[in-house]
């Protein structure tokens, strides 16, 4: 079983940056794709980007794209979501996932079995 601990988070104004990282444990890391969702109040969790075990492929939800941008760190165990040109509508719980092999195959919450317990992400307008 994979532990994920999410950081970076926090409140920013509507264009500015955060960083968001998650750190792996427990398994090995390079073997599996990694993801990153948010889930807002009331709202189900959505996909926000992907990334293939070794990070040759990126995989990104249309409202980002040109915006975030998800990356990996094999020696370092861990992967990021640089997230620019922020808006209001990014607001929410944003969590780490870790997938069940090394390849995103476009099924969303299903293509994941680990997640973190998650890192609030708050733009104000």
């Known amino acids: 079983q994979v532990q994920l601990v999410e950081s970076g988070g926090g409140l920013v104004q509507a264009g500015g940056s955060l960083r968001l990282s998650c750190a792996a444990s427990?398994?090995?890391?390079?073997?599996?794709?990694m993801g990153w969702f948010r889930q807002a109040p009331g709202k189900e969790r959505e996909f926000v980007a992907a990334?293939?075990?070794?990070?040759?492929?990126?995989y990104l939800r249309i409202s980002v794209k040109g915006r975030f941008a998800i990356s990996r760190d094999n020696a370092k165990d861990t992967v990021y979501l640089q997230m620019n040109s922020l808006k209001a509508e990014d607001t929410g719980v944003y969590y780490c996932?870790?997938?069940?092999?090394?390849?995103?195959?476009?099924?969303?919450?299903?293509?994941?079995?680990?997640w973190g317990q998650g890192t609030q992400v708050t733009v104000s307008s």
């Open positions: 990334i293939n075990w070794s990070g040759t492929n990126v």
């Open positions: 427990g398994r090995t890391f390079r073997n599996y794709a």
């Open positions: 996932a870790a997938g069940n092999n090394g390849t995103y195959n476009y099924k969303g919450l299903s293509d994941f079995g680990s």
